[in-house]
């Protein structure tokens, strides 16, 4: 085992290098190796499992059909692993496996006499079976779903309904506060199949992800900047040759901000929130391709952009006290996201801003 748990049958499983695999099972006569738990009491089966490693899953099993009997810290199977990781082959040849050989149901349940069917509804430390890691919401798992099904797999609610059949009424409510239970706990782990998980998703997947969203927060944020709420006056107006109002709208000038002339504290907010979600856009486009080729052509992109922006909202601002308060903000802006970004990461580096934010508090004051 090396310092991250992980043996070199592990390393070999999870990458399925089916070659070195299969000379480790020649030389393991006591089959230590197939069952060597590490990190989380992962087995090399169980890695192999949620990668979809197939051809190493099946010499596994077939060196050693007890190895599916080990279940992880979360008392995960290894149908569990590969349903949470949607790896639909891997799902398709365990429970192949289930139907012809009925090994995987000995390892699993300890019980030769039980059927295939109640292998695949093993549930893990969460009371979960791996049809409730399943959601048919997304493509693949409609596939992943009719397999199981086929295999005779349930929901853990329907299995607790099933086993009270014989219970008398006192048991009757204790089904009943399960499945309740079992459908928050459904809830749960809905949410939690939505969110980014290693090993089951790419960093690359993520990052192109991250970097699409940022580019149409960008987007929208530049395009709003440009053009706020109401427009821009199209001509200047409100006020006669001799001084006097002409008429019941403010006095404004063309191509200034018609939202910013009838209250220029709503232009400021206006300004300010979409000023943050324009920069911290660029900021999370900046870290996501830190190492890629043409890195200062990018940064001198992002640049301009960015001051184009300033320039832009600059000019549409209906006052001179108005400009001043967003010329200041936008140059102390970036200094505030970095601050930002890295008391999120090291909270206790707070007290090194607290200078900053009260001086902040009392230049706003002074400015409002």
Request: proline share 4%; glycine share 6%; net charge neutral.
């Amino acid at each position: 085992m090396n310092q991250d748990g992980f043996s070199p049958m592990h390393i070999a499983s999870a990458n399925g290098y089916l070659e070195i695999v299969r000379e480790m099972l020649r030389v393991d006569n006591d089959r230590r190796l197939c069952r060597l738990q590490g990190r989380d009491e992962w087995t090399p089966l169980h890695y192999a499992a949620s990668r979809g490693r197939v051809d190493v899953i099946r010499e596994i099993v077939m060196a050693c059909p007890e190895s599916v009997e080990d279940v992880t810290v979360q008392g995960e199977t290894v149908i569990h692993l590969a349903v949470k990781c949607s790896q639909f082959k891997a799902i398709n040849y365990l429970v192949e496996l289930v139907a012809e050989r009925n090994k995987v149901v000995e390892g699993l349940v300890g019980n030769e006499t039980i059927a295939g069917a109640l292998e695949v509804n093993s549930v893990n430390d969460r009371g979960l079976t791996a049809l409730d890691l399943v959601f048919p919401n997304e493509t693949g798992d409609w596939e992943m779903e009719a397999i199981l099904r086929g295999a005779g797999a349930l929901r853990a609610g329907d299995i607790v309904h099933s086993g009270v059949q014989f219970s008398n009424s006192h048991s009757h409510n204790h089904t009943h506060t399960a499945s309740e239970t079992h459908q928050l706990q459904q809830k749960k782990n809905r949410w939690e199949y939505f969110q980014f998980k290693k090993g089951r998703d790419s960093p690359s997947d993520a990052r192109t992800a991250l970097l699409v969203i940022a580019s149409l927060v960008a987007t929208a944020t530049f395009q709003v900047g440009l053009n706020p709420p109401n427009g821009i006056w199209q001509n200047s107006g409100g006020v006669n040759n001799n001084g006097t109002r002409s008429s019941n709208e403010p006095v404004h000038s063309a191509g200034k901000s018609i939202m910013g002339s009838y209250s220029k504290f709503l232009f400021v907010y206006f300004v300010v929130f979409n000023s943050i979600g324009f920069y911290f856009s660029f900021y999370t486009m900046s870290v996501l391709t830190a190492n890629f080729p043409l890195q200062l052509e990018l940064q001198i992109c992002i640049g301009a952009l960015y001051f184009a922006y300033c320039t832009a909202v600059i000019n549409i601002a209906p006052s001179y006290n108005t400009r001043l308060i967003i010329t200041v903000f936008i140059v102390v802006l970036p200094f505030l996201v970095l601050l930002a970004a890295k008391w999120a990461r090291h909270p206790v580096t707070i007290r090194l801003t607290k200078p900053l934010g009260k001086w902040f508090l009392r230049f706003s004051e002074l400015i409002f």
